[in-house]
């Protein structure tokens, strides 16, 4: 008799258990359609009640996961992936949404960490291996990155995402023939992607090789006009090609864009005075001003002026100059000059005087022939 109670107790447990394991595999099935449905509150909620009816019921536990990921409860998340992995050490899943979910965590190492073992299990997968390639990106550990992003294109080599991400470690490394190297094999797959040409052109301004950067700054531009930088980066280009006048076009358009840019403010005027142009030095010069006032700037604006004889505007600029550096020698000479136009020689003798006292060696001259 004892013998057959035992027996029947043993029955009896497996019976329920088993009605325990259906009942929570139907839960299961309802979350799934709930998630489906994009309810992921009421997901969760019968999800957790399969758990309920069978704590060691992993799938359960994954599918809460996935659903509190969704929900961006990545802590409860978590939680879920590190059961997932205790009650089933491989269960490949459940470490690739642990490792998203530390990603979003930012617990970058432990996330490589998971990616690293994903790798070992499947070798055959090149979106760990692309993934991984970021995570080191975010700890700018880019020698590693460019191994992982190596690795995913051998595996995929049409991968476009890798290509790009590849691309932007050479940059940030400042390896620039190589990222030159990678954009020229994507190009193949992204012929009117702006961020290419832009890219690109930036590795040949690095290597010095200004004519091709111009070439894919001009790519650039004509897929996106709007862009001031592009303009700015072609009139650099096209400036250490000694195309002054291209350059002052491109430095032009670049503050059309963007008024404020002060390398296109500077560039410009330095363009400007290497043509010789007056109207386009005291347009640049007048921008050069408006972001820093300096006596200097004024002179040469004066010099401009003075060319195309506008007397008047070249004595306000000299002045300036004079309030601004008393001890300016050439603003003194440039003053004179302009007296001198006017007819004015006891002025210009007195402001010739005072720049041959700051040793302007050019006075000197003058002095001996205008001044007693």
């Known amino acids: 008799m004892k013998v057959f109670l035992t027996a029947f107790f043993v029955v009896a447990f497996i019976q329920i258990f088993s009605a325990q394991s259906a009942d929570a595999v139907k839960l299961l099935n309802q979350?799934?359609?709930?998630?489906?449905?994009?309810?992921f509150l009421t997901a969760t909620s019968l999800y957790s009640k399969a758990i309920q009816l069978q704590p060691d019921y992993v799938k359960a536990y994954y599918n809460r996961g996935n659903t509190n990921l969704k929900l961006n409860l990545f802590n409860d998340?978590?939680?879920?992936?590190?059961?997932?992995?205790?009650?089933?050490?491989?269960?490949?899943?459940?470490?690739?949404?642990?490792?998203?979910?530390?990603?979003?965590?930012?617990?970058?190492?432990?996330?490589?960490?998971?990616?690293?073992?994903?790798?070992?299990?499947?070798?055959?997968?090149?979106?760990?291996?692309?993934?991984?390639?970021?995570?080191?990106?975010?700890?700018?550990?880019?020698?590693?990155?460019?191994?992982?992003?190596?690795?995913?294109?051998?595996?995929?080599?049409?991968?476009?995402?890798?290509?790009?991400?590849l691309a932007v470690c050479y940059e940030e490394s400042q390896n620039f023939a190589q990222l030159v190297m990678v954009l020229n094999q994507l190009e193949n797959y992204k012929p009117d992607e702006v961020r290419l040409f832009e890219l690109r052109g930036r590795g040949y301004l690095q290597l010095k090789d200004y004519s091709k950067a111009?070439?894919?700054?001009?790519?650039?531009?004509?897929?996106?006009?709007?862009?001031?930088?592009?303009?700015?980066?072609?009139?650099?280009?096209?400036?250490?090609?000694?195309?002054?006048?291209?350059?002052?076009?491109?430095?032009?358009?670049?503050?059309?864009?963007?008024?404020?840019?002060?390398?296109?403010?500077?560039?410009?005027?330095?363009?400007?005075?290497?043509?010789?142009?007056?109207?386009?030095?005291?347009?640049?010069?007048?921008?050069?001003?408006?972001?820093?006032?300096?006596?200097?700037?004024?002179?040469?604006?004066?010099?401009?002026?003075?060319?195309?004889?506008?007397?008047?505007?070249?004595?306000?600029?000299?002045?300036?100059?004079?309030a601004l550096n008393p001890n300016l020698a050439e603003a003194y000479y440039n003053r004179a000059s302009a007296y001198s136009r006017m007819d004015e020689n006891k002025k210009a003798c007195k402001d010739l005087y005072k720049a041959a006292k700051l040793g302007y060696v050019k006075a000197y001259e003058h002095i001996q022939s205008m001044c007693d």
Not at 115 to 126: N, R, T, W
């Open 31 to 39: 979350g799934v359609e709930e998630f489906s449905k994009n309810n």
């Open 77 to 165: 998340a978590l939680a879920d992936f590190n059961m997932c992995v205790d009650l089933d050490p491989d269960f490949i899943k459940a470490y690739y949404s642990r490792a998203l979910v530390y990603g979003k965590l930012n617990e970058v190492h432990k996330a490589i960490s998971d990616y690293q073992y994903l790798i070992k299990a499947e070798p055959g997968s090149p979106v760990y291996q692309s993934n991984l390639g970021i995570l080191y990106m975010q700890i700018k550990d880019y020698t590693s990155a460019i191994h992982s992003f190596k690795n995913a294109l051998i595996l995929e080599p049409y991968q476009s995402t890798s290509l790009w991400n």
């Open 214 to 322: 111009v070439i894919d700054y001009s790519k650039a531009i004509s897929l996106n006009p709007g862009k001031f930088i592009n303009y700015y980066y072609r009139g650099y280009c096209k400036h250490m090609l000694d195309n002054y006048n291209g350059a002052l076009s491109d430095y032009e358009r670049a503050l059309e864009l963007n008024p404020k840019h002060e390398a296109s403010i500077k560039n410009l005027a330095f363009v400007a005075n290497e043509i010789g142009d007056n109207y386009a030095i005291i347009k640049a010069y007048s921008n050069l001003l408006r972001l820093e006032e300096k006596a200097e700037y004024y002179v040469v604006r004066s010099s401009a002026h003075l060319n195309i004889a506008e007397y008047d505007e070249a004595l306000e600029d000299l002045n300036t100059a004079i």
